[in-house]
């Protein structure tokens, strides 16, 4: 037997845990579809064969054993270069990393994988320190967008979106702390989850801006973003913000879709500046599951202002040191932002955690009334690779600030949510946002999937030549 390249990892870990194919041949096709799209992708930055080879080997020796084999048996991952793996230095897309000692451990969302099965087969480009919305790296080069490659993937997690669209593997990790797993995800044509803030471990991770970093997984399909979902769940003490909540899997709730949900839309500062086609997306969506309510989250705009000071000063807090000892080592964009931070005075910090905490009530009234919210993920389509401004509201804006307008006030107070990609006339793919109460990722996964049943939402295939 032999799989596609855009096998889901239902499809392969079903195959290998009935013996059809071993994880050793599905590990083997996917580095020869690596070796062959990669140079042009730009998506991985390393390549762990060897590794990969082992792990499929023993996931192959456990089936012929009689051993359960794992919910993601055999199923090739990749992850975001912020994830310590053991034996490569942990880059998080920056040049200065690359002098640090190998991590001597995985990240644990990388451990919880591989003892569900799945095989990890390297490490992915990013924007360096994850202070990114383009994809684009000056140290490693941009990675590019399958659907057209003279695009950006979106970031952070741009290496993570371009794997995953480009058949290069079924799952990839990633990293939110104001939209770089929902960004790719749109621009790319993906599924991507942002979970709950502090549901999912972030040990062995580089960080970014702890009080708004999350973790989570990029996939082709609303069921195998719940399967490694489900895998990565459950409490971790190296994590001090990771909650002590049992597990509460997902998968086999998705069938009952959107049936009993509370499903609204959001206007007002979410409905504004879009290009027609994000608007439409959502519309699609909502008429799909016989959403008519509208409603508004107060002060959003404040909320991405708020997200901004934090995400400045704990990021230019985190570099201090860096940014004294080798500034020159920094992509300049990044640099001139967190030196920025670096300045704000605390008592605008102080206010904007204090307005943090008002938000956070308001949206918890508003999730008295509906279960699920919808928003469009980004603004625009994937933008052109090196572009600098784009229209909003008919006025030209810059780029990287303005992709997030509708990430950021979400991730401001940790909500979860489900990036779900919806077909559009044109070429490129736009994203719906399916965001929930803080814990019902259920709820998200179940809207997503309920979508993907319709038809509505879907992860377009590019067409690419090897």
């Known amino acids: 037997m032999t799989l596609s390249p855009w096998a889901s ?19 083997e096709a996917a580095l020869a579809t690596i070796a062959r799209r990669n140079p042009t992708l730009n998506a991985f930055t390393d390549v762990t064969a060897a590794r990969a080879r082992t792990q499929a080997a023993k996931v192959d020796s456990a089936l012929a054993a009689g051993a359960a084999p794992g919910p993601l048996a055999g199923v090739p991952f990749a992850v975001k270069n912020l994830f310590d793996v053991a034996g490569l230095p942990t880059r998080a897309g920056s040049l200065i990393n ?62 993570s979106g371009g794997a995953v669209a480009g058949g290069l593997v079924p799952l990839a990790l990633g990293s939110d702390t104001n939209g770089s797993i929902r960004v790719p995800a749109a621009f790319c044509g993906l599924f991507g989850l942002k979970p709950t803030y502090g549901r999912l471990s972030r040990a062995g991770s580089f960080p970014f801006v702890a009080s708004l970093d999350h973790l989570g997984p990029l996939a082709r399909s609303t069921a195998d973003l719940a399967l490694a979902y489900d895998a ?13 909540r049992p597990a509460e899997p997902t998968l086999a709730g998705l069938r009952r879709g959107a049936t009993g949900l509370r499903v609204a839309v959001l206007g007002g500062y979410f409905a504004r500046g879009a290009v027609p086609q994000a608007l439409e997306a959502v519309r699609a969506c909502a008429e799909a599951l016989g959403a008519s309510d509208i409603v508004e989250i107060p002060e959003a705009a404040r909320a991405r202002a708020a997200a901004f000071v934090i995400t400045a000063s704990e ?27 670096a300045l704000i005075p605390a008592a605008y910090v102080a206010r904007a955690q204090k307005f943090r905490r008002w938000y956070a009530a308001e949206l918890k009234k508003l999730f008295e009334r509906f279960d699920v919210l919808l928003a469009p993920a980004t603004p625009i389509a994937a933008p052109r690779l090196g572009q600098q401004t784009f229209l909003l509201d008919g006025i030209e804006v810059p780029l990287r600030p303005n992709i997030g307008i509708y990430t950021q006030p979400i991730s401001f ?39 993907e049943q319709a038809g509505v939402a879907h992860a377009p295939r590019p067409h690419l030549e090897d």
Request: contains cysteine.
């Open 9 to 27: 990892a239902a499809e392969i870990a079903r195959a290998v845990g009935a013996k059809e194919i071993a994880a050793a041949a599905v590990t």
């Open 98 to 159: 690359r002098e640090r000692a190998p991590a001597t451990a995985d990240a644990t969302l990388i451990a919880r994988l591989e003892a569900a099965g799945a095989v990890l087969l390297g490490a992915l480009n990013m924007g360096e320190y994850a202070y990114d919305f383009t994809g684009e790296n000056v140290h490693d080069g941009a990675s590019r967008n399958p659907h057209d490659l003279s695009r950006m993937t979106g970031g952070s997690s741009g290496g």
């Open 232 to 244: 990565m769940q459950g409490f971790d003490p190296a994590d001090p913000v990771c909650r002590d």
């Open 315 to 341: 990021g230019a807090a985190l570099h201090l040191d860096r940014l004294r000892a080798r500034p020159e080592d920094f992509d300049p964009a990044v640099r001139d932002r967190l030196l920025a931070g």
């Open 413 to 451: 107070v940790g909500l979860p949510v489900v990036a779900v990609p919806v077909a559009t006339p044109e070429k490129l793919p736009l994203a719906v946002q399916v965001i929930a109460a803080p814990w019902r990722e259920d709820f998200s996964l179940r809207v997503a999937a309920a979508l």
